[in-house]
């Protein structure tokens, strides 16, 4: 089970930061990923990271202003936004993959949070 968490209301240019506990005890043998989902739109690829953490990937659309990262330890992962504009306003989702996946595309995902809410104002 996957929980997120962090949503909420932000200013044009500011930050925020997600994030997504998992429960049970196979946390680090899955990759995990972040989507977002815009109103009337379907869901989008943020961000992944891999089992250990050592490997990360991003959309064009959030590279150099998200970072995705995961802590195995406490089972959760996590997605520092920062430079946030209206573009980036929608349902974040976290999820979890096996390894050796398409971590881009949705369909690969087993598992997904609830999803929280980012609302950037601008």
């Known amino acids: 089970q996957l929980q997120a968490s962090g949503g909420g209301l932000v200013q044009a240019g500011g930050s925020l930061r997600l994030s997504c506990a998992a429960s049970?005890?196979?946390?680090?043998?899955?990759?995990m990923g972040w989507f977002r989902q815009a109103p009337g739109k379907e869901r989008k690829f943020v961000a992944a990271?891999?089992?250990?953490?050592?490997?990360?990937f991003y959309a064009n659309s959030v590279k150099g202003r998200f970072t995705i990262s995961r802590d195995n330890d406490k089972n959760t992962v996590f997605l520092q936004m920062s430079s946030l504009n209206a573009e980036d306003t929608a349902v974040y989702y976290c999820?979890?993959?096996?390894?050796?996946?398409?971590?881009?595309?949705?369909?690969?995902?087993?598992?997904w949070g609830q999803g929280t809410l980012v609302t950037v104002s601008s």
């Open positions: 990271v891999s089992r250990s953490g050592g490997s990360t």
């Open positions: 049970g005890r196979t946390f680090s043998t899955y990759a």
């Open positions: 999820g979890a993959t096996l390894p050796e996946t398409d971590y881009a595309q949705s369909w690969e995902y087993a598992y």
